[in-house]
């Protein structure tokens, strides 16, 4: 099998995604900002599944470095999961505008490069695989979180374009939303613990979802109907909710 590039593989769910791939038969490439961690990751993984497991330095808010990136390990590269995300402060980003940025950049407009890179590239090939983890956020903006939410809805309608677009070449697209998941991101967070995953649930839900072609996969699937019935109340109700 050939190799996969995990992008922000230092997050709690994309380490369970890369092994759970790693044990699937992927080589693959470990991609963040901090290169110790990384080096752990990887050996790590190439321990548990016998795979090979490189390294490499990306940050989604460098986008002038997005292309060398991508030539360096195009020619190797065969899929791409991306698990970069920032929740960021609502309250914060309501009056500090840089850090809205860096919420809209870190979990939308600055991964928009490297998918359009390997798209481009499996386009040509008319072979290939793109993962990327939006949010069940995406769906309906909610005053407590809607600037993570607003970027990962237009993270979420990019990759519905991508699919759109590479649909007839080739190219498979799935957009991963996850609800509650127990990580980093969510530590110190009083989640319900009937509707909180494990990063290694997320992992299963989304192999399985490689295997079956799936388009959008809920994590887990009963976000699916939560979100139907959010995404149907009426927006006069909607506002008055403290959600
Ligand atoms: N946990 C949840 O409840 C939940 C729910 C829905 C969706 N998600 C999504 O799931 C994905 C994985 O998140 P997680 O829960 O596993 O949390 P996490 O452990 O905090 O992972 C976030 C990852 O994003 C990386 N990252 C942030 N800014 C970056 C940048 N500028 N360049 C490169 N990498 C960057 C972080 O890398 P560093 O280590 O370098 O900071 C980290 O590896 C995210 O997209 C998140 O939005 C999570």
Known sequence: MATMLILGAASDIARATALAFACEGWDLIVAGRKEEILQKIAADISLRSGRTVKTAHFDALKPEEHAVFWR????????????????????????????????????????????????????????????????????????????????????????????????????TVITVKPGFVATAMTAGMNLPTRLTATPQQVAADIVKAVKKKRNVVYSRWFWRSIMMIIGHIPECMFKRLKL
Do not use: M
Request: charged share 20%; glycine share 12%.
């Open 72 to 171: 360096d390990i195009e020619e190797e590269t065969s899929a791409l999961f991306c698990a970069i995300g920032f929740l960021g402060e609502q309250e914060r980003a309501q009056h500090d505008f840089g850090h809205a940025e860096t919420i809209l950049r870190t979990n939308f407009t600055g991964l928009t490069p490297i998918l359009s890179l390997a798209a481009n590239t499996f386009e040509r090939r008319g072979r290939g695989l793109i993962i990327a983890v939006s949010s069940v956020a995406g769906d309906r903006g909610r005053a407590s979180n809607y600037l993570y939410g607003s970027a990962k809805a237009g993270l979420t309608a990019f990759l519905s374009g991508l699919r759109n677009r590479l649909a007839t070449k080739g190219v």
